[in-house]
């Protein structure tokens, strides 16, 4: 299973992204306009963050269910993926405009939401342009126009190295999919993703840092009749000891607003409710 990598400013960029979505869930685009630079302030900032002990000082003092709550969660409350037992091996950021964001990363981190969030609302109009009829016919608007900046989630994720007393079968983020539309996530610097194809074999995602890699979520799976699979995706833990340290993943997940009518059977604000009840129990 090979995801391709697409030119964000290739002539026939719409067309060759919607094929890779189609045939894998997932596309790498390459050439986008989020900058390396960027990118680069991004990691060290929150890197820092989470080595440090002033990130307590942001913790969400409720479960974090809702999704829409920006602050820290620790690894002690950590989500443990649908259909799993046991608690991933991680502690993250929900940064939400509006919300607490710790004031020296807040410019880095909104310019990076804002570009990244145009980047999306780009591939839904690609995704509704060149997809066929069939797949769109039955949307209650445009994907790219139901797409709402406010139920969209930025998620910094901190996977820690590990110490040898891990709980048995804890991976660092076990087998899922993403609720939300598509995802947008940075190639990270630390490898470890892997996608799962039909036939059950787990594949690596290869890409060049600075490079976005995209997954389609279950809201456009859903919404689609199916034409753009959700494709499980997991991020294991480090084999050797020279690859045991920290790992940062940066995904923004694109969600649109909660009114809109994904199929006859939901709307998001159903669909994700559903889901989170899932995970939260």
Sequence with gaps: MKVQTVDFTHPQAGQMFVA????????IIKQHPVSETLL???????????????????????????????????????ETAVGHSVRDIKEFYHL??????????????????????????????????????????????????MLSIDASLLRILHYPALHGDEELGAMRAAAHEDVN????????????????????????????VGDLIINSGDMLQEATGGFFPSTPHQVVNPEKNHDNVSRLSIPYFLTPRLDVQLSAQYT???FLAERLALLNR
């Design 96 to 145: 939400i405009p509006g919300q607490q964001v710790p004031p020296s990363l807040e410019p880095a981190s909104m310019k990076y939401l804002d570009l990244t969030f145009q980047v999306g609302q780009t591939l839904l109009a690609w995704l509704q342009q060149y997809a066929p009829k069939a797949a769109t016919r039955g949307l209650s608007e445009p994907l790219d126009k």
């Design 181 to 208: 539309l598509m995802t947008i996530l940075p190639v990270s610097e630390q490898p470890g993703l892997q996608v799962r194809d039909k036939a059950g074999h787990w594949h690596e995602v290869v890409g060049n």
């Design 20 to 27: 890779s979505l189609q045939q894998t869930g997932f596309a």
């Design 268 to 270: 998001a604000g159903e």
């Design 40 to 78: 680069q302030t991004l990691y060290a900032q929150w890197q820092q963050f989470f080595l440090g002990d002033d990130k307590h000082d942001f913790v969400i003092d409720e479960p974090v269910e809702p999704d829409n709550r920006g602050g820290f969660i620790p690894a002690a409350v950590s």
